[in-house]
């Protein structure tokens, strides 16, 4: 008897307990044309009964028997599951922009887009303070100054909200990306399993946070 081929990763059991979803993540909600056309191509060819927008830039299709999310997924033009990277326009378009979020997000969807973790991981890039992409309530979280970025970490929207704690600021580009990778492996080497970023940092503290990494507090 051969086995049912896995279930692709993110992928959901809905509540009628037959038929599921999958949320996929276009890398910080860009598209292009032929994304698009793709996308609706495959939600004909599947008979796809509902196709949702997520608050978190990814698009969920939802109705699908097992077998028709696994061919719905192989053949989508991009990754299910894994972390995502919300991002604003930045000042790629927006008149407020005061760095680069989407240049930001790209470096931090390739690098941390699918890589293991505690529990799975939010990151918001915010190219001016308005902060549209939320980035005090995410996981990880930036927020572009004239001065450079704002670093956030500990964000949660859930069921029990936190907003996070500043771990720096006036960090260019680079010592932004830098920091990220670091705090990314202390939560990797010291958070237990299924323990999110707002847990860990409520209970570990901060300052303990800032002076394990090396800086000032």
């Not at 505690?118 to 915010?126: M, N, T």
């Amino acid at each position: 008897m051969s086995q049912e081929k896995p279930l692709p990763p993110g992928v959901i059991l809905q509540r009628d307990g037959k038929t599921f979803a999958a949320r996929i993540t276009p890398p910080s909600g860009q598209l292009r044309a032929r994304d698009l056309e793709k996308m609706a191509e495959l939600v004909r060819i599947y008979e796809v009964p509902a196709v949702k927008l997520t608050s978190g830039q990814r698009i969920g299709f939802y109705g699908l028997s097992r077998e028709k999310i696994n061919a719905l997924c192989d053949a989508m033009p991009f990754r299910t599951g894994g972390h995502y990277v919300q991002a604003c326009q930045g000042t790629t378009w927006c008149k407020f922009g005061q760095q680069d979020a989407m240049g930001l997000a790209k470096i931090l969807e390739e690098k941390y887009g699918s890589i293991p973790t505690p529990a799975k991981i939010k990151l918001g890039i915010s190219g001016c303070t308005f902060s549209c992409a939320e980035s005090r309530l995410r996981d990880i979280g930036f927020i572009g100054t004239p001065k450079g970025w704002r670093m956030f970490v500990g964000g949660n929207s859930g069921m029990k909200p936190r907003i996070a704690d500043e771990l720096a600021k006036e960090l260019p580009t680079e010592k932004a990306i830098e920091l990220c990778q670091k705090f990314l492996d202390f939560y990797c080497e010291t958070a237990p399993a299924k323990k999110r970023t707002s847990r860990f940092v409520e209970k570990t503290g901060i300052q303990t946070i800032k002076e394990k990494l090396g800086l000032p507090h």
